[in-house]
């Protein structure tokens, strides 16, 4: 007799947990030749406040770690994806992808976490100023993580899409808020599970599944979410733009084929971090000078 | 307790007035729309009066742009950015910037007297610290027009096309200063509203700009009031909005843009911070304290309106502020010697004493300096409270006046929390001798600019911009001209 598989459950991921869904929905997405992918979360407003809560408390811990210790973290998240490559490759077949295809992906994904990683500790000596005030003053300017960053992963592809908005997020000490590929969601689940034997912290990346329409508003519209981005969401675009105002949430909007290398630069990082400037007095006593 | 020694020489301490001369300058009785390089009628018909608060004497009349008017400025800056700017080179560019900069400093006593009779600024304010720093931010930005590629590197980058400026009333030439030279070092042209109590030295920047041979159209200002500025934020054919000014308006902007792809720049209220510790230098930190809540009276958007102070020099420090605020001189803001000059109009005094009574009734205690009041002009007493709650409406809210609320503290974790507390990020100050205390908390506090051991220090290679709902962007230096460039990457 044949053996039995054993199928597994999709579950979201929040503060390094994965529970199912408060709201005990689900959905079953199905892909493009008719297929069910399995009966998926449907997360509520709830679960993405939840996530939120997770997100802000990791927050503090993860911004102040070294960014070389950032970097060595994220670089286990690529050996962690590079061990479970097939298992990604089958994923994004079953989700309607070639071989071929999903191998790119896969591969693509790795790579550009391997990017971000060896940005950790340089973004800041690239980005970053001292600036010669008319005054007798030290100052300078360098970059700070932002907070909490709500993710909306693009919808036309399973993890490239997502690794590459979440992961330069995420490398600068920000935390986030992920809403997964309503039609695509498998990757996102099971990159949680990367994360999660990573040494990523609970609760630095929480992942949802859902609805996009139904999810996207709650957590634009959060009071303790710092940022939202995106690519360009259409028919959504106005609402979500208006819904993040009231605490003045920023908000970038890429277009971008994921599946190009070309689509991963430092200014992804930058955007999602607050530039702070310093101004320290220099002590002017007597006449002696440097002029020896 | 010891008797209390109060130094008390009555008369003999006053200065003589030392008032500075208004013979040099001129302002006309009429201003016109600043568009393509000519003075032009606005449709509207509609003229409104500046005042010099400090007297409410009109100085001028000032034209009031429509819909209509504001299309005219921003059809001009298009036109302009299609067959001149856009063509000119960046070399060339940058030698025109230059050209505003030296007529800017040639004319910059008059600019400083204008700017005191328009704005209610101390005379010592605006010759030493709004125009010079206006000039040198021109000077500064001039020299980028011809070496964007260094600022922000391996990013294909280009001019955004028109920009529309909104600026406020508190610096009003340097806030022209802070919007204008990035957006045409980076290649743009400008369609640029002064804030309606203060026109008068962007107008005279107009004529300096049209003196400078600039070519026409490349900056635009046009005069009014908030209808002025609401038509420049809905006109369809601008790039950016750069806007600073309060935060219930850039909200309002940044729902109005949502959705349009227009870029936005938002420089915002804020309710910043003064740390005091026991280790500090405490007559500095007390000439840090008042130079943080009263520069300007107050109408300062970084200006330290929350101060912090260690509790076991809480009494020493509010005793010494007292005094000192006692020697503060309050009066005629063309008088070289006023440190506290008026508040810039009659709404936003009512604001300010709206405030006092909040905090009044909110039960903390209130101490008022001891000055004269002049019989005519808006003028408020420097004021601080203490025993006010971190709840409490004053320690909340932006005031935007000569309004300090005293808080204590014991620990460093303490103080963070509580300065942190606060949907506002814009500055913060931080007092103590000790340099890996300063870096600690200069790390953890979540604001844009932050001062150890001085306060409200500005300068056009610095960059100023705040975190939270303080806005987002950055004026001054190298990442000020990110706010003026599409970047590609």
Partial sequence: ?292 | MAKKKTIKGGDNWDYSPSLESTSHITILPKYELFINNEWVKPSSKKYFKTTNPSNEEVLSEIAWANDYDVDLAVKAARNAYNDVWSKTSPKERSKYIYRIARLMQEQARELSVIETLDAGKPIRESRDIDVPLACNHFFYYAGWADKLEFAFPNQPMEALGVAGQIIPWNFPLLMAAWKIAPALAAGNCVVLKPAETTSLTALKLAEIIKESGLPPGVVNIVTGHGDTGAAIVNHPDINKIAFTGSTNVGKIIQRAIAGTGKKATLELGGKSANIIFDDAPIDQAVEGIVNGIFFNQGHVCCAGSRLFVQENIAELVIRKLKHRMDSLYLGNPLDKNTDIGAINSKEQLETIEKYIKIGISEGAEMYQSTCELPGKGYFCRPTIFTNVAQSSRISQEEIFGPVLSIQTFRTVDEVIQKANNSPYGLAAGVWTDKGSRIFNLTSKLRAGVIWANTYNKFDPTSPFGGYKESGFGREGGLHGLGAYLKMKL
Avoid at chain 1, 22 to 45: A, F, I
Avoid at chain 1, 165 to 179: E, H, M
Avoid at chain 1, 222 to 241: C, F, P, R, T
Wanted: proline share 3%.
């Fill in chain 1, 1 to 292: 007799m044949d053996r039995v598989e054993i199928l597994k459950t999709y579950k979201i991921y929040i503060g390094g947990a994965f529970p199912r869904t408060e709201s005990g929905r689900y959905y079953t997405p199905l892909n493009s030749k008719g297929d069910p992918l399995g009966n998926l979360c449907l997360s509520s407003r709830k679960d993405v406040r939840n996530a939120v809560t997770a997100a802000r408390k990791a927050f503090g811990s993860w911004s102040e770690r070294s960014a070389f210790n950032r970097g060595q973290i994220i670089y286990r998240i690529a050996e962690m994806l590079e061990g479970r490559k097939e298992q990604f490759m089958l994923e994004l077949q079953k989700q309607g992808s070639t071989k071929a295809d999903a191998e790119k992906e896969v591969v693509l994904a790795i790579d550009r976490i391997v990017y971000y990683a060896g940005w950790c500790d340089k973004y800041n000596q690239v980005l970053s100023a001292v600036n010669p005030v008319s005054s007798a003053h030290f100052n300078f300017s360098t970059y700070e993580s932002m907070g909490v960053i709500g993710v909306l992963a693009p919808q036309a592809t399973s993890l490239i899409g997502l690794v590459s908005l979440l992961i330069p997020a995420i490398c600068s000490g920000n935390t986030a808020v992920l809403i997964a590929s309503e039609n695509l969601p498998l990757c996102a689940i099971t990159f949680a599970e990367v994360l999660n034997s990573s040494d990523v912290p609970g609760g630095v990346v929480n992942i949802l599944t859902g609805k996009l329409d139904e999810l996207a508003p709650g957590l634009a519209a959060h009071m303790d979410v710092n940022a939202i981005i995106s690519e360009s969401l259409g028919s959504m675009e106005i609402g979500i733009a208006q819904a993040a105002v009231e605490n003045l949430k920023r908000k970038f909007t890429y277009e971008a084929n994921w599946m190009s290398e070309e689509s991963q630069s430092i200014y992804y990082i930058s955007d999602c971090l607050e530039l702070k400037t310093t101004w320290h007095p220099i002590e002017n006593i007597g006449g002696s000078s440097s002029s020896y």
